[in-house]
């Protein structure tokens, strides 16, 4: 709902385009080896490393186990990438000559 809402907000003053994304087969197309690099760089513990690959490998190749309790934490750490794309977008078309992008 906050979505939405956020869309109707922007409607207001001048933004008229809207795209929506989704990412329904997300947990099915996770690159298990960059994921482990990502985790690897703010987790320093062979332990901790040792049970997110086990994790990984009864998921399958590409899978992330989805409902799993560490999925949340997961697609974060593997999405944080695209929050940072969009927040970059966001700031250089504030005032720019840009369409002005607002994300959800």
């Known amino acids: 709902m906050a979505a939405a809402k956020r869309v109707a907000e922007a409607i207001v003053p001048r933004k008229a385009r809207v795209i929506d994304v989704d990412l329904r087969t997300y947990f099915d197309n996770v690159r298990?080896?960059?994921l482990s690099a990502k985790v690897a760089r703010r987790v320093d513990d062979a332990d901790i490393?040792?049970?997110l690959k086990m994790?990984?490998?009864?998921s399958g190749e590409q899978d992330v186990p989805q409902?799993?309790?560490i999925s949340p934490l997961l697609s974060n750490l593997y999405l944080n990438e695209v929050d940072k794309m969009l927040e970059r977008a966001r700031e250089v078309t504030r005032n720019g000559k840009y369409t002005y992008v607002e994300y959800a």
């Open 67 to 69: 409902g799993g309790v």
């Open 55 to 58: 994790t990984l490998k009864a």
């Open 32 to 34: 298990q080896g960059r």
């Open 49 to 51: 490393m040792h049970l």
